[in-house]
Nanobody, 125 residues
Framework: QVQLAESGGRLVQTGGSLRLSCAAS????????MGWFRQAPGKDREFVAA????????YYADSVKGRFTLSRDNAKKTMYLQMNSLKPEDTAVYYC??????????????????WGQGTQVTVSS
């Protein structure tokens, strides 16, 4: 069993910054990709950003490009999402996701096998 634990969500003002963390633990886990998704009340879960563990290629939703940055710590099996210039529309529960298999895509819900419990990010206007 692989566990993903998110942290870092909280209330922040418009224009502020947050850093979310996602730590993977459990059985031997070789991640091929990890990603962040978010879900606002009444809306579907949507892709935010992803990183391929080998090579470190990153992918971002258009809505967060230029404001959010992914990074990783291989030794700690931890992924970080630096979120700057936050807007009220960024308010959502943010979920970490991971997979340990190859796949050509990284933006779909079905690209991932493991999910965290989510962390709430609230951006006040």
């Amino acid at each position: 069993q692989v566990q993903l634990a998110e942290s870092g969500g909280r209330l922040v003002q418009t224009g502020g910054s947050l850093r979310l963390s996602c730590a993977a633990s459990g059985r031997t886990f070789s991640s091929y990709a990890m990603g962040w998704f978010r879900q606002a009340p009444g809306k579907d879960r949507e892709f935010v950003a992803a990183i391929r563990w080998s090579g470190g290629s990153t992918y971002y939703a258009d809505s967060v490009k230029g404001r959010f940055t992914l990074s990783r710590d291989n030794a700690k099996k931890t992924m970080y999402l630096q979120m700057n210039s936050l807007k009220p529309e960024d308010t959502a529960v943010y979920y970490c996701a991971a997979r340990d298999r190859r796949s050509p895509t990284v933006t779909g819900l079905y690209d991932y096998d493991y999910w965290g419990q989510g962390t709430q990010v609230t951006v006040s206007s």
